[in-house]
């Protein structure tokens, strides 16, 4: 099956070129699946899914609509930004954004409106040096268990995201998932290591997670999918867990990916420049390694790991 695709104008750039998104459509009828990838600027593994996507389905079947947005954020892309290069706005914090608004918004709008003209939405990120996994925002009752169960077929890692206040300061509910999920649209993040660089073990376990779902609901006629290249921690009601550094240092790494640890166990050690110890890193709660540090070199506040932990 050939895709179409449609270009989305959304405005213009001082030399009249115009700023677009390119809309692919594979397929006709429900279920109507969209998937939307690198809202981020520096994560690019999504990207390479959506290949696979569409070269997959030139020789296969899609039963219903596989609608995809591949680069959501063009300009930040070209730019090598995370953001938004013209007004340095994360993207993924202005939804459901605004269409006579800043581009910015007008890009979050434009995506927002084709997405929920769909039965399930996908949001495609990375998470560096990571597992790949799914993030949950936080609802209750009959769609709860709707986008638990749509999760759960993917065969990958399934977190809640914060909670409370951590969740509100970092204006998660502007992300494109919690703005669907109110229109009543399953919906939540997907989560593949990878950043500036493709990370192509990411892109296979992607690619297979998402014919699972598709599998699941009935959009493609195979055998599930196991996904062996990765640690997949088989159970719900484990929540994402940050571990900071306090002091600046070059990083010694103790810890696997997918590897489960004690409270306050050493996860790595930081040092200076001869050798001495400025901090020892550890855990304050007892969880799976999801995501270890990109780079060794570390700062005051950085996100050393990720950990998957208990409520």
């Given at each position: ?247 600046a240092g070059i990083l010694e790494n ?15 050690v930081s040092r200076d420049f001869v ?37």
């Amino acid at each position: 099956m050939n895709p179409s695709i449609e270009i989305i104008p959304i405005s213009k750039r001082i030399d009249d070129s115009i700023i677009h998104l390119k809309k692919i459509t594979i397929g006709s009828g429900s279920p109507r699946l969209f998937i939307g990838a690198s809202i981020h600027g520096d994560e690019l593994t999504p990207i390479a899914v959506i290949w696979k996507l569409i070269e997959y389905f030139r020789v296969s079947e899609v039963k219903g609509t596989l609608t995809m947005i591949s680069g959501m954020n063009p300009e930040g892309i070209a730019f090598k930004k995370r953001v938004d290069p013209y007004f340095n706005t994360d993207l993924n914090r202005v939804y459901p954004g605004d269409p006579e608004g800043t581009l910015p918004q007008r890009i979050a709008n434009a995506i927002y409106r084709i997405a929920i003209e769909h039965d399930v939405v996908l949001d495609l990120h990375t998470a560096g040096n990571c597992i790949p996994f799914i993030l949950l925002d936080p609802i209750e009752g009959d769609l709860r268990k709707e986008v638990e169960d749509l999760a759960l077929s993917m065969g990958i890692t399934v977190l809640d995201e914060y909670l409370g206040d951590k969740y509100e300061a970092l204006k998660l509910g502007n992300s494109l998932p919690p703005q669907v999920l109110k229109k009543d649209i399953p919906s939540f993040t997907v989560e593949l290591p990878g950043g500036s660089n493709i990370d192509w073990t990411g892109v296979n376990v992607g690619f297979k997670a998402i014919l699972n779902l598709m599998i699941h609901l009935g959009m493609v006629d195979a055998k599930k999918n196991e996904i062996t290249e990765t640690f997949v921690l088989g159970e719900l009601g484990y929540r994402r867990y940050d571990v900071f550094a306090n002091r600046a240092g070059i990083l010694e790494n103790f810890v696997r990916l997918g590897e489960f640890v004690e409270k306050f166990t050493p996860l790595g050690v930081s040092r200076d420049f001869v050798g001495n110890v400025v901090e020892w890193i550890k855990s304050e709660k007892t969880g799976y390694v999801i995501s270890l540090p990109s780079r060794s070199i570390v700062y005051p506040a950085d996100r050393v790991y990720l950990l998957a932990v208990k409520e």
